[in-house]
């Protein structure tokens, strides 16, 4: 499978490279930042620089030809309320629109837990312009003809995985390296996710058990 991380130096996006590269697929990872490549080039995925907050769907569209799946686990960061919008809304929803015009049927996107329409984030907290933009991708997403997946880890942690989760229940934490192991996993179990969200805790089920429950 050719798969294209899209944020492709981000921690969990790091991760989830060396996971698919370990399993022989070949994975392109998008980067912004030329001198991030390196780090790419570690995890065995192939870097590739592009600002996706500034290209339109056509040319999105030429970035994702030939890729089986897109991984969405880019960010603005927060802080800049304009920036989030542009990235974590608009180019999301420009990279589904370039996935379908390219043939990508294939879509995952890392959101976060509590990512809905009513996510109940006041309007005076600096979080509020990330869940409404989070909000929207994912809305959007699940709009689409697309084959997607819409993932929702609780509070991300650097701790080393465990390999283990559980889905649903109330927020709590999970490390990274675990959500690069779901969004791995959803990717080789379309049969139980493609249209499914899942919102997922640390736990003890075997990501892989986690995952094929959710049919």
Do not use: C
């Not at 379309?190 to 990501?207: E, H, M, W």
């Amino acid at each position: 499978m050719r798969v294209i991380v899209i944020g492709g130096h981000g921690k969990v996006a790091l991760h989830l490279e060396r996971i698919l590269s370990g399993q022989g697929h070949a994975v392109s990872a998008v980067i912004r930042d030329p001198d991030q490549a390196e780090d790419v080039v570690a995890t065995g995925a192939e870097p590739v620089v592009a600002d996706v907050e500034h290209l339109s769907v056509d040319e999105l569209a030429t970035l994702l030809a030939g890729h089986d799946a897109v991984v969405w686990s880019a960010g603005a960061g927060g802080g800049d309320p304009e920036r989030t919008r542009a990235v974590d809304r608009d180019a999301a929803i420009r990279s589904m629109e370039a996935a379908v015009q390219a043939g990508v049927r294939r879509y995952v996107m890392v959101s976060y837990f509590g990512s809905q329409p009513d996510h109940g984030v006041p309007e005076s907290s600096s979080f509020w312009h990330y869940a409404e933009a989070k909000a929207a991708a994912d809305e959007h997403l699940r709009g689409t003809d697309l084959d997607w997946t819409v993932l929702g880890p609780s509070r991300l942690t650097d701790d080393d995985g465990t390999g283990a989760i559980e889905v649903g229940g109330d927020a709590s934490e999970v490390p990274r390296e675990d959500v690069a192991a779901v969004a791995a996993a959803v990717l080789g179990d379309p049969a139980a996710t493609v249209g499914r969200t899942i919102r997922f805790n640390t736990g003890t089920t075997p990501i892989p058990d986690a995952v094929s429950s959710v049919a």
